[in-house]
């Protein structure tokens, strides 16, 4: 069904020609759905309306913004009529966002015409869950660029929320009482790496893939887990994009420390180490701002009190040409509401930097690329790669799933080692992907922008 809007209609009312009047077995009065706007509206027949259409007046309400120069699927269930999708990107900002600037913080609707519907985009702080009303902007696909193609408005509650801001947990659940679970990637703090490890390290399967990983309790131990494995990482439990990363390794003539700005300290005594770690983690720990709540966020689902600034962890990188190699994938419920990659990316770090994010990287390539000319597989080994890889990460988000956590859009960082192990060495809920207009990485960049509004409308019901 398809929908026109006409001045001559009073805001209660809903026409349709006789065809369509007996199909819905000649209703008095109708009930329409759009997001969780619900409004009972009195019947009328016009003959001059088309088969499979309905009229809806232009003064339909005062309270909310109802675009009507957009596209919107519309289906028949049990006596009431419902016109969406209505999904609402709930993007990070600030309180006071205006249009220009923000219209470039926006996802990249690239294929709106197999979603269709009403596109909202807002802040966390522009959504009034009791009054029911979204402050924000919606998409027009009749504009003829980005700048002119997001109109302001204030919109009913959607059917599904695509959440890319840290939004508390108290809201989030008095938004779910509202439009029930349909809000996915809920919970968007960066994972702790410590509970991470041990909380998936119960899974015998998933250990196999996990880096050996302690929590940082000094030189000692760091001296013995060095003795073992040659080479570590210290890593902050909380910060995300490289922050604080440190690389030990064990030389014949001491020990080496390289940051993650890919400066490099050498030591001739532990004790000198110890002396610089106490210095280096101190400073670390009074920058990072999100320590404390992200110590909060996991814990309340596994337990967990006790919170440690730093983890030690067994190195599994791959180095070629004193470049570390990795891998991002991203992992996608899609329209059919199911896990899937939508694509992994080989990333390639400068020379001598331990961290291959913005930073410290080199390039980007496909994952299918970096496997067959950095590791030298064929063609059919690297799909079966990627396809293990595929499986570890949906067993590694099912077990989150277990926990609560509604995801859509996760990504993963992982290694192969020079045997091919596939290492885990983070899962991200929240991660960037503006870096991969790349060349070459075109059509992944549009797959992974537009798969999580595929699955908000499945998850709206359309």
Known sequence: MKCIWLKSLKPNQIAINSNLFNKF????????????LKMKLNVIIKNDILDNYLALSTNLTDKYTIPENIPYEIYYKEGALYLGPVIAYVSSGSKQFKKKSYAFNLPVFLDYNSIKG??????????????????????????????????????PLPNAMFNRSFMPQKKIRAIQNKIGNKIFNSYLLNLDKWQTWEFLSKDDTLKKHLPYTEKFLGIEQLKSLLNQYGSLYLKPSNNSGGIGIMKVDKLKNGITLIDNRGKAHHFSKYKMLSEFLKNRISYINEQSVDAKTNSRFLSQ???????????VQQSVHFEINNQQVDFRIILQKNSKMKWASSGLVGRIAQEGSIITNKRGRKKMISGRKALTSIYGVS??????????????????????????????DVAA??????????????LQLYYSI??????GLR????????TPFKYAKALAGF
Do not use: Q
């Open 118 to 155: 009403l596109i909202i985009t807002c802040t966390e702080s522009s959504i009034n869950v009791d009054s029911g009303i979204v402050e924000g902007y919606y998409l027009d696909p009749n504009a003829k660029n980005l700048k002119n193609a997001w109109r302001y408005g204030k919109f």
């Open 434 to 439: 503006t870096g991969w207009h790349t060349k």
């Open 379 to 408: 063609e059919k080994r690297a799909k079966r790669i990627e396809l293990e890889i595929t499986n570890i990460i949906i067993r590694v988000v099912k077990m989150y799933e277990k926990l609560g956590f509604h995801l859509g």
């Open 25 to 36: 077995n000649r209703p008095k009065s109708l009930v329409i759905n759009i997001g969780m």
């Open 301 to 311: 689902f596994l337990g967990n009190k006790l919170k440690t600034p730093f983890i």
């Open 413 to 426: 960082d992982i290694t192969l080692d020079s045997n091919l192990n596939i290492w885990l060495l983070e």
């Open 443 to 450: 059509k992944l960049y549009e797959k992974v922008a537009t």
